[in-house]
Every structure is written in structure tokens, then in C-alpha cells.
């Protein structure tokens, strides 16, 4: 009669070491020293890829060091970052992504979420109108605003096109302030709206359907039922989704750069791409590295403020 | 007996680790400072005199350009006659969009290491890259190997000298860091069937022939030119009429903006521009460039377009065009000629020089010096131009080759003594999107034309000024 084998063990690792080490395996790697080794390459390319490059920026970001001019680096300590802070320059900027980030994640939110809550209504077709919906999402940002460029163009583009079918007059989307920034908007907004769709349509479908039988047991109506059953429940979700899309659109180049460069003159100019000009057309690299750690803070401590208050919000 | 994990201590290993990751990162760091003190020099290293030996291996030539059809030109063109005189060395031009082009050669300097051997730069990219050390000084070569007399000075001047020409003459003494590769300025294409076979002769005129124009047949666009604000397009334009109407970009000698480009002159260009050619244009151009430009003449919706020469072969490809089914039934239509005069009949410089990677291997070096060396031959020149290019060498530019391989090549030979080129120091990358960007948003009605002329002068006088600046510079 064979030794009958252990029904529990403190580690489960510890199981394994029972049976004898597998053939050519080291007796001195320990299960501790193969986890290292394990995860070693990818923190090596963690360190070599991420947290090296932040730290050499974050240096950077204290000299008047150039790439291009060479040359030793020298100490300037926070004036850098006193010159972003008071630049007028950047002010426009920040004004100019502001309205973005909240124009197109606040449109972006809305339709998300109705688009969501109709899809969530059906019965059929789901899953196909879900992947026709995600579509946009999937393509390249810089595909994206090459072909609305093109749909844009005031001359030749396909929506004035119609508009003109229809007895309208021609507008100039990407040459005139206030059209520009508002195609920006329309653009990321076609693009993104899918994302939002997405993490909505998961809060929806997660909703228990106990709650609506018992609503329309009480006779509640479809707006009640909406706004004290499916809103509260999913607002916490809608609220990370907004969470990323601001991050996100926050960050804006690729489309600036493909649909307007900025222009008309700097009027859709977003802080990032404020932030390449100062890098790339005078190379002036300690200045783009303080613009760049200021938008990490900014992004970093709006964060944590908007996490704690998802935080209170689940509390409660 | 199970032991109690101590707090706040960790095991062996995993301090090995921590040390170990501290190490690295200050290894990295240090290595890192330590590769600073490669960019300490100032200054462009030199060329040699005579051609070194050259090699015998496969040897592929590397350039970068932008991408636009003269690239192409050149890549095919060098590869069919250069290989008859190096059959191991082929030619690669590499491109990139032209709004990354200074961008795509300037990052790669910054890196210390360039995957071309021959970078095709901007006459006003010269001084950035002399004063960082990123090209060869090739003054002794040239002395050696080429004939400095067989040019027009200016062209020469403009495309290889550092500091700059000033007032179109070459300082004999002063260093040259390369060699013209493609003349180019801008041509005034004009509808010969819509205005008549004689192009008008002063820019007042112009306009006013391109408004009847415009009223005279709706749906064709009185003036078509740049106005984008990528690249140099908005500023080019707003130079070419600034000088027409006789001011001045800057006073190179005291190095002063703020009171000299926004002069009387100055004032009236912008006005011109931005009050009297703007409305000639058609709605929703303010993002136009070369291309568009194009496109717009092909279609017939333009009465008068200003582009660069070396960007208008394509208007007479019978397949890009609604204005005929053969090249001489678009030319029955087309008129090509030298920009109108007013004040002044200055000119826009345009085109490029090729220069040497500093960061080349020295084998590819000899073989760019014996690139240039055959490219500048008359022979070569001549053939050059037959080809699509356009030459700097005297001889070749009154040639029969080239002024009979396109219409506007006449244009070009006529133009060149009255050619005017920006400002060619370490800053003009600052200085031209300040220009652009202004421009731009006067022509697209963002700004007044007087605030937009007023904040370009102060703010490309605050980049020059801001030399002794420590922080935020480049805001």
C-alpha cells in the first residue's frame, strides 16, 4: 500500500517541490530565482522603455540642453518650467485643448451611451451592430484624418457635396476657427464614440433584469426605470470610459497634425502639438522635456482627483 | 514550522534585484551624460581636398529628399548615367512627406548617426546644420574639384555658403558646405484661352486681370497660390509680395526684425495679400499647397496659380488635366512666365543643395564627394536638365537641353538674377512657422493683417534676441 499523498499544503508551489527537479534544471535555481528570471526581460524592457527615458526627460526637463546643438547640458534648475507656466503661448493652448477634451468627450459620452442603450434593447443582431459599431475604432488615427481631409475639403470634399445637393452653401470646415476645431471634435468623435459604446453596452448588459421586472410590476415608467435603475448603475463604468477618453483626447496629435496642422494659424494647436514644435522645429529639448513632465502631473493629479471621487461614489 | 515574514525587509534576492536595477539605471545614466560630450564641437567637420580611394564593393549612395516628383527624377536619372561610371554604387532617394522633412534629417543628426550619406536640405537649413556640426565643410574640395566660375554666383552662394549671401553676391572667402542639386522659383501659370496670350507685366495688373477674370467666368477662381501653414507655403507667399512691393524681411547686418518687416512696405504686401488676392481665391484654399495649387489649374478652376517650377510638370501630364487630351492642347490653354514686378521684380530662391553627412561611414563619404564631383560636370549638368532637373551651372541653364525640355524652363533662366531667399541662420525653422502660422491666420481671417505682420516681426525678433535666454526656449 502506497504512502497516501498530502490533501493540503501552506504553499501550493510547495507540492511541486516534493517531486524530484526535472532533468538538466539547475539545483541552485530556486522556484524565487526562476520567478526572476521569468520576469526579468520584460522589466529590463520596463526599465530600458519607460522608466529610463522619464527619468533622462525629467533631467532633461532641468537643463538648456538641446539635441541638436550638443554640447554639455547645463543646470537651470525651474526655469523652464516658470517659462512654459507663464507663457501666454501655452495659456492659448491649454484654452484650445480644454474646449476640445470637453467638446468631444462630453459628445462622445452622449452618443456612446445612447447608442449603447439601443443596442442593449435588442434582441437580434446584437453582435453584429456591436462589430459594425467598433469599426472606426479599429482604424489608424492618422487613416482616419486623411480620408476626412479629404470627405472636409471645402472645394472637393463629399460633405459639401451634399450640402450643396441639398441648397446649402459651402462651409469651410478646416480653414475658418471656429469649424476647425469643431471637425476636430466631429472627427475624434466619430472615431471614439465605439469606445464609450463598448464600456456602456457591458454596464447595461450587467444590469440585473430582476430590478426592471420588479419596475414594471410597480408600474414605473420607462424614464424612472432609466433614471433610478440603469443610470446609477452604469454610471460608474461611463465614468472610467470618460476617464480614459479624456486621457486620451488630452494627448491629441495625430489628427491636428493629419486634418488642420494647427491651423488656422495656431487656433487648433493642442498642447501636444505645441509641445513636437518646440521639440522638433528649434530643438530645444530641456523645454519640450518640462512641457512634457508638466502634462504628465496634469494628468496625474486630475486623475487621482477624479479617482477619488469614483471612490466616494462607489461608498456611497 | 512556518515562519513569520519579517516586515519591512527584504529577502536577499529581492534586494539583489533592487541593487541590481539601481545599477543599471545609473549605468544608463551615465552613459548617457557621457555621450553628450560627442556634440561639444560647434563646427563643420572638414572634407578632404582630393577624393579619397574609392571602393570596389557594392556601395549603395543614400539620400533624403521629399517626396515629390523631382526625387523620383533624380533617383532614376542617377542610377542610369552614374552607374555607367560606378556600376557597384547604386543610388537610393529616400523621401519622406515634405512637412517632415526637416523633422526626418534633423532628428537623425540629433542621433549622431543618419541612414543617408547625401541630405538634400533647404538653402535656409545650411547654418542649423553647419553650426551643429551635422554636414562637411567641402571648401577645399570644392577649390579642388570643381569650377566655382562655371555658376551664378548667388546659385552657388545659396545653395552651399555659410553665413549667407547677402544681396545675391558670393563672399569668395567664405566656407562652402555643398552644391546646388535643383534650381527652382516660382512660375506665374496663367489661362491664355481666359486672359489672353500676354501674361500681366506689373502685380497691380495681375490682380485686376485676375478679378475680371474671376467675374467673367463663375466658377474659376480669379488667383490660386499657397496659403497652408505647414511647411514654408503662407510664408513663401507673404515673402514674394513683401519683396514685389519693396520691403525687406529683415537687416541682416544689425540682425533686426521688429520695425523692418513691419514697415510702410511691409504693411501695404500685407494688405495686397491678405485684402486684394485672398477674395480672388477660392473659398476654403486658406490650407492650400502645392498640390492643391496644381489640382486647381488641371481642373480648369484657376485663372492665374503661382507654384514652384521644378512641382508644374504635372500640369501638362494630358492625364491629370481637363484642359486638353494632349500636351499641346493644354499648352494652347497654358501660359507660363516670370512673376509679375511692382516696386521690385524679386523673386522667391527656391529649390536645393545636396551636403555630406557628418555621420556617414567614411567610404560613403568618397563616394558622395565623387557623386557631386561628376553631378557638377557641364555634361552631367546638360543631361541633368534634359531629364527634368533643373541646373545652376551657367552653360546648362542657357542650354538648349533645357530650356527646350519644358515651357517654364525659360522662366527659370529669366528669373534667376532676380531671385531673393529668406533668412539663412540656425534659427529659421522658429523663424519660418512664426511666419507661417501668422500669415496663415490673416489669410483665414483669424487675425487682423496688421496684428498678424506686427506679432511675426515680434516674435521672430524675440527667437533672435533669445540667445542669452536660460529656460523656455522654442515657447
Redesign the interface.
Known sequence: MSDPAPLTTDHPGQAASATPPAPGRSRRLSDRGLAVAFISPALLLLLAMSVFPLLWALYLSFTDYSATRGGPAHFIWFENYTAILTSAQVHLRALTTLIYVFGAVTLQTVLGFAIAYLISRRTHGRGLLTTLFLVPMMLSPVVVGLFWRFMLDAQFGVINSMLGSLGLGQVEWLTRQRTALISLIVVDTWQWTPFIMLIALAGLTAVPKYLYEAASIDRASEWFRFRTITLPLVWPLLLIAVLFRAIEAFRLFDLVYILTSGGPGVSTETLSFHVYKVAFLGFNTGTASAYGILMVLIVIVLTQLYLRYLNKLKED | M?YPKRIGRL?V?GRK?QLA?AA??VA??VA?CGG???????SAPKAPATIPELTKDPLTLSFIWFDWPPAHALEAFANAEYKKERPNATIKVNTVPN?NW??AI??Q??AHKTDFDIPILDSQHIG?AV????ILDITDFVKTNIDVKAYNPYLLAAYGQFPQAETGKRDENASLYGLPLLGDTWTMIYRKDLIGDKPPQTWDQMISVAEKCQTDHPGVSGLAFHQ???SDAAAVTYNTVNGVYGGNLWDSKTRKIDGVLNDTAGQEAMDVLVNKMKPLT??????WFIDEVN??VAQG?ACIAFNWIAASGGLLDPKQSTLGTTREQILDKLGFATLPSQKTNLVPLGGMGMHVSAYSSKTNQAEALNFMKWFERADIQKKWAAAGGVPSRKDALESPEFLNAGPFNQVYTDSVPRMRDMWNVP?Y??LV?IEN??V??A?????KPKD?LDDIAKEQQG?LDSGSR??????
Do not use: C, I, W, Y
Open positions: 512556518r529577502s534576492p534585484v536595477t543599471m539605471l544608463t545614466t548617457a553628450q560630450d560627442d556634440g561639444a564641437k560647434a512637412a526637416h523633422d534633423f532628428t543628426f540629433a542649423e553650426t551643429n556640426g551635422n497652408a501653414n505647414g477660392a473659398k476654403g484654399s486658406g490650407n489640382a486647381a478652376k534659427e525653422a522658429r512657422d502660422t501668422n496663415n491666420a489669410l483665414n481671417g483669424a487675425k498678424a527667437v536660460k529656460g523656455g526656449g522654442g515657447l
